[in-house]
């Protein structure tokens, strides 16, 4: 391929996945999901006017260590903090029941496997996948409601964003056991090396740039070395300690969620994301789509994949919640606010696709998990809180 065709490629991509983005927002689903449906429009799977290169591969790599650099960036330390032990409770909950029960099914489907084996590992991952959380959505409905900034809708984003990061590390540990001259016992221990190293490095890092941010208010040198430290996170992760470059990105993000100019550089990446960077990452994920293999096993298998998530979140949150001392009406709508997936089980799904945990043909029951999930949760929370509104004060 001539190597100028690549801008003919992405100004398709950008083009399409713009159009699609915007019409997928129109009909109240997730933008993320016109853009996949973009990428798998002008594949090769359809009409096979992009086709997935190095190039395009590595440009969607770059999309998704920005992406999880600003989920870093988006967390709030001190709300966590402040929800304490229910929110985190009700996170381990909302990992553990989806990782069990996707891996469970899967063996169900497909038959069950010696512990350690490919097979078991792949299973897991599917699990793994079905941990993420995504409350986006959560939250613009719960913000349109005026229900957002009460007890539930705190314990929801909060949960959701711990429920992430332990995912993360879940994930870390999994792709360290994909291969074989590795001991489980190796990778965690590399895993808690890691985030050894990112407390007492991102400590000092984070005085630097305070002391940066207080010299330099607001200016743009500031996302500049964000950026710069968001790269050399990933590039350490991978490097060094063999973890996921997308979890230096996250905790880059992390790092510097709590200096005063976060949102400033949260702003300028987005800049990047949203003109190239994302629209080529999530395009990437429909090039990647491969529906010729599609039959009715996969869909089949796609459709339980996708009850198997929400149920398995709705249950697992809600019990807990309810352990917690929340209603049986309010545990609900936690569990609800916790079954959505978006970006984090999209980037998951792309990080076992690199590493040969899943086949392509899997990211229809992810796609279809995400539309579904985003569709379903504003819907059930508005029926919810009409239906049975809040008590003794909690919203």
């Not at 539930?152 to 964003?161: D, F």
């Not at 400590?203 to 607001?218: A, E, G, M, T, V």
């Not at 490097?239 to 976060?262: E, M, P």
């Not at 919810?384 to 509104?389: A, E, I, R």
Request: charged residues 15%; glycine residues 10%.
């Amino acid at each position: 391929m001539e190597s100028f065709a690549i801008f003919r490629d992405l100004a398709l991509i950008v083009i399409f996945a713009k159009f699609f983005g915007i019409l997928a927002r129109k009909l109240k689903a997730p933008q993320v999901a016109g853009e996949i449906i973009a990428g798998l429009l002008i594949g090769p799977s359809i009409l096979g006017l992009v086709n997935q290169s190095d190039f395009l591969s590595q440009m969607a790599e770059i999309g998704v260590i920005l992406l999880m650099f600003s989920a870093g960036l988006e967390t709030n330390l001190h709300d966590l903090i402040k929800t304490g032990i229910k929110a985190t409770l009700i996170a381990c909950a909302g990992v553990f029941f989806p990782l069990v029960g996707g891996t469970v099914y899967y063996m169900c489907f497909y038959g069950f496997s010696p512990l350690g084996s490919p097979e078991f590992i792949s299973a897991v991952f599917i699990g793994v996948i079905l941990t993420a959380t995504s409350v986006s959505i959560t939250v613009q409905a719960l913000r349109e409601m005026g229900k957002l900034k009460g007890t539930i809708g705190t314990t929801i984003l909060s949960a959701a964003i711990i429920d992430d990061v332990i995912g993360i590390i879940v994930l870390t540990v999994v792709i360290g056991l994909k291969d074989s001259n590795v001991s489980s016992s190796k990778v965690i221990i590399q895993t808690i090396l890691f985030f050894i190293f990112s407390i007492i490095v991102g400590f000092i890092i984070y005085k630097i740039f305070k002391l940066l941010d207080n010299r330099y208010p607001h200016t743009r040198r500031i996302p500049i070395m964000g950026l710069a430290l968001c790269l050399a996170m990933a590039y350490i992760a991978e490097k060094y300690f063999g973890i996921a470059d997308i979890t230096g990105a996250y905790v880059a993000g992390i790092i510097l969620c709590n200096i005063r100019d976060s949102e400033y550089i949260a702003e300028k990446m987005d800049i990047n994301s949203y003109m190239l960077f994302g629209p080529v990452f999530f395009a990437s994920i429909g090039l990647k789509t491969d529906i010729s293999e599609m039959n009715m096993s996969i869909l089949l298998f796609a459709i339980g994949f996708v009850i198997v998530g929400l149920v398995c979140k709705i249950v697992g949150c809600g019990l807990v919640a309810k352990c917690c001392k929340f209603s049986w009406a309010d545990s609900l709508k936690i569990g609800v606010g916790m079954m959505t997936r978006g970006e984090v089980a999209l980037i998951v799904s792309q990080k076992g696709l690199s590493v040969g945990l899943i086949s392509p043909v899997y990211f229809t029951a992810v796609i279809l998990l995400i539309i579904t999930s985003s569709i379903l949760t504003p819907v059930i929370l508005k029926v919810l809180y009409t239906k049975m509104p809040p008590k003794n004060g909690m919203t």
